[in-house]
């Protein structure tokens, strides 16, 4: 079975560049998300905060799409830079690669402008193409949209194209040929206006959930193969299992587990049960991976010590702490948090209260920011020519105060999900008084309150991950020189 692919070092460098150049992109884009997300924590406890300067609705459209585009650009950065290891062969359209790089920074930029400085606009279809599309976590106007999609599919040429002149062709690589076509296709069906509102929300739903319940979670757990086999040696043959065993699962079990969505839409009770069931089902394989690959690890270890050797070592602690929290914050928000309200009969209750948010807060950051930012430190790991690459203080606080903001921020909007089941919902019956009514009782003012605070420390958290990441290399370079 393979193990490794060997190239020249000097072969995939422009690959990586590349990668590294949307890395950059990404990084600044979540800075951003942050930064907007404390805004509308900060609306929710005043609300008159920049009122008419950068209102609510502003603000948290702002955060949302800055996450999905963030990630979009730090997991297209992740495959060119692992494509030529993978493949053994430089990227094919470097040059077309740079070019969608830049026309999809400028669109980027034009709209977060929009979004800042128009806002709003009339009920007329030139909003929809000049302004907002009005569909939640889709609402780049329809140019954009038009301009991702090309972009997206640009990259995906440059990913087959390879893919096809490659020396070999690695489980890794065909997952992710057969994924990144899925994820590009589903984004088509956001993208046809219907008058029929349940229709229009169920084609919506199927971009919005099934990027992330299928297609997200698959290409996560390549991102997570590639890295373990980078970073601690981790047998091909073991990751590419697992990843097999997780496209069979997420592919069936994402499509199922929408439907815990769909009961919402006019659709058959039925769906309650099936889309509650199988949406559990979708980070078992992932954990699966890692818990195997790690009980390999140590026995190897521990039979190496055994023998008096000194065994193989972690190339990347940053980057395998953040790849190991992925697994578990994985886990804890797309699982654990999932399954809290999935349940029909719990769902009645929960549906569109901060149970839903604290969900969305852990899920994202635990199942995609991480393995991410653990993909971003490899890239660094590369640039500077670094066998070695140890924490900081600076990357141990990162880590530490980003993971504990965002645990802070998901149990103060539990807290405040449940006051709003108990109050709203199950008291005074889910009506216009009762939402308005449940947002000034105690709990959830402080639960509001909570996750502003918790917020802070993300965002300061973010700042020493910066700091770590601006500082990181040059200080290993020195280090591996002076040794």
Known sequence: MLTSIKTNQFEGNKSKELGMMYFRVAIILFGAQLLFGLVAAFQFIFPGFLFEVLDFSVARTVHINALVVWMLYAMIGSVYFLMPDETGVETVGIGIGKLAFWVLTAAVTVVVLVYILIQVGPGKES???????GREYLEAPRWADIGIVVVVLTFYWNVFATFMKAKVKTGIMQVLIADLMALAGLYLAGMFFTDNISMDQYWWWWVIHLWVEATWEVFVGALA??????????????????????VLMLFGSG???LGHHYFWIGTPEYWWEIGALFSALEPVPLVAMFVHVLYDWGKEQGVAHAKGETGSVVTNSPAMSWVVLNAFGNFLGAGIWGFFHTLPQVNIYTHGTQFTAAHGHLSFFGAYATILIGMMYIGIQYAYGIKIMKATFKSKMGIFLIAFGVMGMTIALTIAGYEQVLIERAELGAGWSAFFTAQEMPWYVQAQLWRA??????????????WDMLTIGKQAKLEQEGA
């Open 225 to 246: 193969a590639y890295a373990l086999i980078k970073l601690i040696g981790a047998k091909r043959e073991i990751v590419e299992m697992w990843l097999w065993i997780e």
């Open 127 to 133: 909003s929809i193409w000049l302004i907002n599309e």
């Open 255 to 257: 499509i199922l587990g």
């Open 453 to 466: 605070i918790m917020g802070v420390v993300t965002f300061v958290g973010f700042i020493y991950l910066v």
